[in-house]
């Protein structure tokens, strides 16, 4: 029995050799948490919402006014819960729907509350057609230790049946394309 599983102690953990990836997003009407969903079910990344401790009014037009008021404030509303062990991961899908041609200013605050030095950011939005507007150069200047991949950007119709999308998405990036690029 030459191919004993039991020589399986002299190699290394098979883990070692993938790299490790967390989702986070944030999404106010659902659509960028289905794009987030299917990027979990296609890759088995971790997932993680990014909730606000004071959550938002389920009011769209109310909405506007709010968002605009934090953008103009430069605000960074309090997130209710904190990623566990967040530098155990090399690559980070980051989703947000634009707001007023920016990211929600709560992405900001996670942005600033974690250390994304040596991480690549594969970045996706979902919008009503303005797609990323400004928002790579500004993860870019937040993150400058950093990669930024080619990002995927849904207008929020299509984020209804994202799976195409996302495996395209996916395979252009290349898992292994995107662990050489870190660091
Ligand atoms: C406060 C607010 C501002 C928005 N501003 C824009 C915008 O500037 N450009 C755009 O294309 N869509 C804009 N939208 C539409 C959202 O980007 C779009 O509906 C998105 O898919 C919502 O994602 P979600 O369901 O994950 O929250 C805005 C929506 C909201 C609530």
Do not use: C
């Amino acid at each position: 029995n030459n191919d004993s599983e039991e020589n399986s102690t002299s190699s290394e953990p098979e883990a070692t050799m993938d790299s490790e990836a967390l989702i986070v997003y944030f999404s106010w009407s659902g659509n960028t948490e289905s794009v987030a969903n299917e990027i979990a079910h296609q890759t088995g990344a971790d997932i993680f919402e990014i909730i606000p401790e004071e959550s938002y009014t389920d009011d769209y037009d109310a909405l506007l006014d709010i968002a605009q008021e934090e953008q103009a404030n430069n605000a960074r509303p309090e997130i209710a819960e904190t990623v566990e062990d967040f530098e155990q991961y090399d690559v980070v899908y980051l989703g947000y729907p634009n707001w007023w041609g920016d990211m929600p200013m709560i992405v900001y605050t996670f942005l600033d509350d974690y250390d994304f030095s040596e991480k690549t950011i594969a970045p996706f939005v979902t919008s009503g057609g303005s797609g990323f507007s400004g928002t790579i150069s500004t993860i870019e200047s937040m993150e400058p230790d950093a990669v930024v991949v080619e990002g995927l950007s849904l207008g929020s119709s299509e984020a209804s049946e994202p799976a195409d999308a996302v495996s395209e998405w996916l395979s252009s990036m290349g898992q292994n394309n995107v662990v050489l690029k870190k660091g």
